[in-house]
């Protein structure tokens, strides 16, 4: 089993940046692809970023890409979602995921694990 933590969030001005951390425990840290996905209020929930478990190859989503930059720190446990040049339409609940498909899948049904959210807010 893998527990995931989100922290980090907070309101931030349009055009400013913020860091999210992701801590995990449980299986081998390495062994799955670690994702971000958002939801905002009456929106389904849509993928953010992943990176994949051995060669840390990253997969953005075209909203994002250019903006946010996802890593991950393994002697850690944790990945990051650093996000940068913030806009209002940013504005979501933030997960970390956990899962065993390839880096590049981007539906929330192949990540079985996650955390709680952390909010992030916009304000324009």
């Known amino acids: 089993q893998v527990q995931l933590v989100e922290s980090g969030g907070g309101l931030v001005q349009a055009g400013g940046s913020l860091r999210l951390s992701c801590a995990a425990s449980?299986?081998?840290?390495?062994?799955?692809?670690k994702a971000w996905f958002r939801q905002a209020p009456g929106k389904e929930r849509e993928f953010v970023a992943a990176?994949?478990?051995?060669?840390?190859?990253?997969f953005y989503a075209d909203s994002v890409k250019g903006r946010f930059t996802i890593s991950r720190d393994n002697a850690k446990n944790t990945v990051y979602l650093q996000m940068s040049s913030l806009k209002p339409a940013d504005t979501a609940l933030y997960y970390c995921?956990?899962?065993?498909?390839?880096?590049?899948?981007?539906?929330?049904?192949?990540?079985?694990?996650w955390g709680q959210g952390t909010q992030v807010t916009v304000s324009s």
């Open positions: 990176i994949s478990r051995s060669t840390g190859s990253t």
């Open positions: 449980g299986r081998t840290f390495s062994s799955y692809t």
């Open positions: 995921a956990g899962g065993y498909s390839d880096y590049t899948q981007t539906s929330r049904y192949q990540y079985g694990y």
